[in-house]
């Protein structure tokens, strides 16, 4: 208010001609103002005017009570206003800014203190959690990323709904291990740029998050370790994920038919309770399945054969169900297969000794079921650590299960209704046309199954 009087008394002393140009500009200036006409130029040259004057940068609102005279001492200090105007790097960033205080405002539990540093308006450099990335399109800075990982966040009201949706630049949501209740908006899907979503091992409960199902550029998506029941809709299994994890729910539901749409590289639905049979369309899934984990479920019938088309599979992991039958040949074919376990089912028969010569085994687990025999391949493996046969009916074998049990079983009627090939058992996918391919993979490497990684709450 007061600087346009400072700027003329301070500059009394100067020629005419310079006190003239001011003057000038000045009234330029509140002509504009007083005829309504603030517009850019307006108070561009107003700024321009104080700031050569006085060098106060920013305030000018050129008003006509400029005119009012101030006193003569230097202005003080500006007393600090209790809500400062925020410059935001860009309007991209402003958009974000109310919804990130709005989530501050509902934790109340923040045991690493990231929270104190969501403050003031430099969101991409200051505030713990966030990161920023050159928007497409935009050409300037937005909000890109979410890392909450392990941040433990917790509160009463801690909802996903009224913050995720607000960041419409989001490509990244990891917020493994917090408190986050309630429900997955809908508008989710408005996001264009959302790759990754990480919910694990949250409060979220209710069906399963269908609101995702729209969200059609997700490559990750990982719900494990909450308490998520029903079914899991199918159309899940078109999604265009490498990754889906939704192990450790309460899902219950027969096994989708359409599970193997789905070109995921790493497929966890362990620890659930899902039913019925493997589908024997699996076979859709050899150019893309490496690691799939059905363990601790409740299916039943027979392994469909069509399992040894899987020629990029490194873990396969069915134990703790309720399965039967024999190992079918194919399995010989699954030439990348590191960790094959099948305990605690009700297998039975010999095991085929191709299964054993599999090159890249280094875990194959058959405990707990009912094989009657082995060859000299898995004997070697056996010898070697690498093949668990306890707990079966292998005669001559140590820990082997009482004998009352092994008839007993034996006597029971078997069948695999859900073998859809003339010679199920017999047929080697990878024999046809040609001698069998053996051929030893380049491996990359002696990486941990990312996908046993996900049997534990924590990130991954
Ligand atoms: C005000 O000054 C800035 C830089 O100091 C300049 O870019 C701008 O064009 C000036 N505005 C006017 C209206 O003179
Ligand atoms: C968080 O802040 C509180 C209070 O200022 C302090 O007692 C505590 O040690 C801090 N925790 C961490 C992890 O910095
Ligand atoms: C997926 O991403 C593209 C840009 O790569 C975008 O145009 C499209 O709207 C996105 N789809 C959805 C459903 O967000």
Known sequence: MAKM???????????TLFLIIIIILFQTCLHNCQAGLVDDIGVAICANISVAGVGVSVGNNCS??????????????????????LQFESERIKLVYQAIQDLKAKIKYDPQNITVTWVGSD???KYKGFRCAVVPGFGVNGLSD??????????PELTLDGFIEKLPDLSIFHANSNGFTGLIPRQITDIPYLFELDLSNNKLTGQFPYQVLGATNLTFLDIRFNSFSGAVPPQVFTLDVDVLFINN??????????????????????????????????????????EV??????????????????????????????????IPCSFGCLTNMEILNLANNQFYGIVPDEVCNLPNLKKLTLSYNYFTGIGLACEKLIKNGVLDVSQNCIAGFPNQRPVKDCLAFGYKPKWCPNHQLKDPLNWIPCRQGGPRRMTRSISTGAAFPVSYNALQPQRL
Do not use: M, R, W
């Open 5 to 15: 009087a400072t700027i003329s008394s301070k500059y009394k002393s100067f020629p």
């Open 64 to 85: 006509p009570e400029a005119e009012v005279p101030a006193p003569l001492a230097p202005p003080p200090a500006p007393a600090p206003t209790p809500y400062p105007p």
């Open 123 to 125: 969101i991409c450099n």
């Open 146 to 155: 979410v890392q909450f990982n392990g941040f433990n966040f917790g509160g």
């Open 249 to 290: 729910n309460n899902f219950q539901q027969q096994i989708p038919a359409n599970l193997f749409s789905i070109p995921a590289i790493y497929v966890t639905l362990a620890n659930n309770k899902f039913t019925g049979s493997i589908p024997g369309n699996i076979g859709k899934a050899s150019k893309t399945l490496s």
């Open 293 to 326: 984990l059905f363990l601790n479920n409740q299916l039943t019938g027979c392994l469909p054969p069509e399992i040894g088309l899987l020629n990029k599979a490194t873990v396969f992991d069915v134990s703790q169900n309720q399965l039967t039958g024999p």
